[in-house]
């Protein structure tokens, strides 16, 4: 599900934008982000990654190929989607792990979980989940990676320590994030946010996601060691305003289309479309460009004190 920079009151910024930063209050209000979420990538889900484009394949396939998953163990991913980071990490571990995949999307694990039969994958499954309070036995995986979520998390610095009570003592985080935005990308969320109705969402002034530094801090705080991040620029070209389009209504973009009532969206379609314009290149194409955090880190190995015993300390 998620980004920075993007300049506006709901911190919109990456291809997988969220209105996360919103009211960042009481259970109500996180549950009607949560809603707004979910039905945005039940919406988008039949076009994710279908509309020519290859955005998210090579990002998952990546930070699994950083996660470096091992034949043997257990996976599970967050926010599996239609599984850019759950099938590279079930070739991975093979026939004798497992990989659980789980997504707040019906429609998304519906997908994940018809392919991953379709490819005979008996070690691979795929259940309706949040990545801000998964329910799994603490200590019950090996890895964990979470590609493109979290930061749809409306306060990922309560989820991030649940995140790593899951890991076995040592086991491994992989997560990645946006960093700076592409203006044209930024712009196009503004728009958008411009032709909605209703209350305005509000900025929440806690931005973890925003640099490396914030992105080690929170998970140092969480519990996690060995924390490294790196990045990788990646782009992906257009032929056209329509191709770029169908991009945005094919992820985490659909937040703000769906936003926008429906007797209002010519406008605002045509308000993007004359922005873009702007952006094109000689031959009429579009470039998106964007830079990709990968984040990975570990669960403190067991300690032995005197007297035998053995602790992981994770933060309640």
Same mark, same amino acid.
């Given at each position: 599900m998620t980004d920075t920079g993007g300049g506006h009151a709901t911190q919109l910024s990456g291809p997988d934008t969220s209105p996360a930063d919103t009211p960042a209050g009481t259970d109500t209000e996180h549950a009607e982000t949560k809603a707004i979420i979910a039905a945005a990538f039940d919406n988008?889900?039949?076009?994710?990654?279908?509309?020519?484009?290859?955005?998210?394949?090579?990002?998952g396939a990546e930070l699994v190929r950083r996660a470096a998953p091992q034949p043997g163990e257990h996976v599970l991913d967050l926010g599996c989607g239609r599984g850019h980071c759950l099938f590279p990490a079930a070739e991975a571990v093979g026939s004798r792990g497992s990989v659980t995949g789980t997504d707040l999307s019906p429609r998304m694990v519906q997908l994940c979980a018809a392919e991953a039969a379709r490819r005979g994958l008996a070690h691979v499954h795929v259940e309706l989940g949040d990545a801000s309070e998964p329910a799994f036995p603490a200590g019950n995986f090996d890895l964990i990676t979470a590609g493109m979520v979290m930061f749809f998390? &409306?306060?990922?610095? *309560?989820?991030?320590?649940?995140?790593?009570? !899951?890991? /076995?003592?040592?086991?491994?985080?992989?997560?990645?994030?946006?960093? &700076?935005?592409?203006? *044209?990308?930024?712009?196009?969320?503004?728009? !958008?946010? /411009?032709?909605?109705?209703?209350?305005?969402?509000?900025?929440?002034?806690?931005?973890?996601?925003?640099?490396?530094?914030?992105?080690?801090?929170?998970?140092?705080?969480?519990?996690?060691?060995?924390i490294e991040i790196t990045e990788l620029q990646h782009d992906i070209v257009f032929s056209d305003l329509d191709g770029y389009w169908a991009w945005v209504g094919s992820h985490g973009g659909r937040i703000m289309i769906d936003q926008v009532r429906p007797e209002h969206l010519p406008a605002a379609r045509a308000d993007v479309y004359a922005m873009l314009s702007e952006h094109r290149e000689a031959d009429g194409s579009l470039i998106h460009r964007s830079r990709a955090w990968f984040t990975t880190a570990r669960r403190p190995p067991v300690t032995t004190h005197p007297g035998g015993k053995g602790t992981a300390r994770v933060p309640a």
């Open positions: 988008s889900a039949d076009t994710y990654e279908q509309v020519g484009v290859e955005f998210f394949a090579p990002l998390v &409306p306060e990922p610095r *309560k989820a991030l320590p649940r995140v790593a009570a !899951l890991l /076995r003592p040592g086991g491994r985080f992989a997560m990645s994030s946006f960093g &700076p935005s592409d203006p *044209k990308f930024d712009e196009t969320m503004g728009i !958008l946010y /411009r032709h909605r109705i209703g209350p305005p969402w509000e900025d929440n002034p806690d931005k973890p996601f925003t640099t490396h530094e914030t992105i080690t801090a929170m998970l140092a705080d969480s519990g996690f060691v060995d």
